[in-house]
Structure formats: structure tokens, C-alpha cells
């Protein structure tokens, strides 16, 4: 019945759903959250953000989908969610700040993406993480200069993330960082440089990545051919051999 309510998104199912979060099964709370979400009536925004400080992943994601949703029909409580996002990422709980990055994902205006950068220094390398890759979508070209001193953060998975979110940008203006990258201790994060420099159009980088890679383990070897493009297997034939018998 919570999911039908949903669908027909009639907002006087509101006060039917509210009083039964909380008092059923995981099951029945999860369609009552993404029913709140369809619905998209300020009433149950509170109850969505309230229930996006739980632990459980799935939770925070269909109240997430849901805030999003709600601000879609109603943009003027944009000042709520942003005053929630920012109470939310004081929180000491690492899933609290991490849903609090997400939150500010749809609020506009600099001030919130101060709060995406600052959680570029979070304590928690899983907050910094999904910094990276949200401040990524948010300033789009203009991520780089954010983003590229991350390349030092001490956690493998902060730098891999800057790397899968700068590569096309890198690839085309900064070839020289993604060469650097290749020299990095974690195994994954030069699988990531090796991804997008093996695109690239110049034969004399190509070349030198090839060369860079015979000695190195098996996935960054799959991971070099799979990017080459025909052109470049066929001028550096034996090249490609080599790395494949090594």
C-alpha cells in the first residue's frame, strides 16, 4: 500500500505514511521513504532528512533521492536542506558527513561548495573520497586547480579518485601529471594514469608508456592494451608483444 501511495503521489497520503516510520519492517520503511520522495510534499522532507543520519546505505540513498525530489517541486526550501547539510557534516559520525556531501549537491551558490572543499580535509579518507568525486561534477572544468594538490592525499583510494575524475582533463592539458601518476606506490592508482594515457593521440607518449609498463603487474599491462587505440598497437608491434610475453 506505501509504494501505491507513492505512485499516485496524492499528498494527503503524507499524514497515513508518517506515523508508521519506524514501527514496521526494514522492508515497509524503505517504501515509505521512497513514497515520501514521490510524493514530493514538504512534510515529509523532515522525515527524510531525520532518517538520512541512519548508518544503512540504502536508507541514506532513497532519502537522499527523496530530498532531491521534494526540492525539484519545491525549490524555495533549498534554505532548509542547505542548514541541514551543514549541521549534518559538524556530525563526529563519518556516514553522517559523507550524506551531508550529498546533500549539498543540490543546494547552488560558492558558500556550499566551501563545505565540499573543506570535506577535502576530512579525517575519513571514505568522506574525502566522495568529495573528490562530487566537487568533480560540480565545478566540472575548473576542478583541476581544486582538486590536483588531492594527488598527495596519504589514502590510495582519495588519489585514484582524483585521477578517474581530472583523467580527460589531465589527458589534454596536463599529460605530465598522469606520466607521474604512473610512478605511484599503489598498484590501482597507476592502473587509473595508465587508462587514460593509453588514448592519448601522441605516439611519442604512447610509446614511453608502453615502454614504462613491460616490468609492470598484470593489471596495469590489461589495462594499457585495452585503451590503445588499432593505430598504435600496429606502430608499436613489438612493443605490445613484449609487454604481453614479459
Not at 19 to 25: A, K, V
Not at 32 to 55: C, K, T, Y
Request: glycine residues 6%.
Amino acid at each position: 500500500i506505501a509504494r501505491v501511495l507513492g505512485r499516485i503521489r496524492d499528498p494527503r497520503a503524507v499524514h497515513v505514511l508518517l506515523p508508521r516510520l519506524g514501527t514496521d519492517t526494514f522492508e515497509l520503511g524503505m517504501q515509505i521513504l521512497e513514497s515520501l520522495g514521490q510524493i514530493g510534499d514538504p512534510r515529509g522532507l523532515r522525515a527524510l532528512l531525520d532518517h538520512a543520519r541512519v548508518q544503512d546505505a540504502a536508507v541514506q540513498a532513497e532519502c537522499v533521492r527523496g530530498v532531491g525530489r521534494v526540492l525539484a517541486l519545491h525549490p524555495h526550501l533549498e534554505a532548509d536542506v542547505a542548514g541541514e547539510a551543514v549541521r549534518m557534516y559538524g556530525s563526529r559520525e563519518e556516514h553522517v558527513r559523507r550524506v551531508a556531501i550529498d546533500l549539498v549537491t543540490f543546494i547552488a551558490g560558492d558558500r556550499y561548495t566551501a563545505i565540499l572543499q573543506e570535506a577535502l580535509r576530512d579525517p575519513s579518507p571514505v568522506v574525502r573520497q566522495h568529495a573528490v568525486t562530487t566537487l568533480a561534477v560540480r565545478l566540472e572544468e575548473r576542478a583541476g586547480t581544486v582538486l590536483l594538490p588531492i594527488l598527495a592525499d596519504e589514502n590510495a583510494r582519495v588519489r585514484r579518485a582524483v585521477l578517474k575524475s581530472l583523467g580527460a582533463i589531465l589527458l589534454r592539458d596536463q599529460t605530465d601529471i598522469l606520466l607521474s601518476a604512473m610512478l605511484d606506490s599503489d598498484l590501482w592508482v597507476r592502473v587509473e594514469a595508465v587508462t587514460f594515457l593509453a588514448s592519448h593521440p601522441d605516439p611519442e607518449i604512447v610509446g614511453t608508456l608502453l615502454r614504462a609498463v613491460v616490468q609492470e603487474p598484470v593489471p596495469v599491462k590489461v589495462a594499457t592494451l585495452k585503451g590503445l587505440a588499432p593505430p598504435m598497437v600496429e606502430k608499436f608491434a613489438d612493443t605490445v608483444l613484449a609487454t604481453i610475453y614479459q
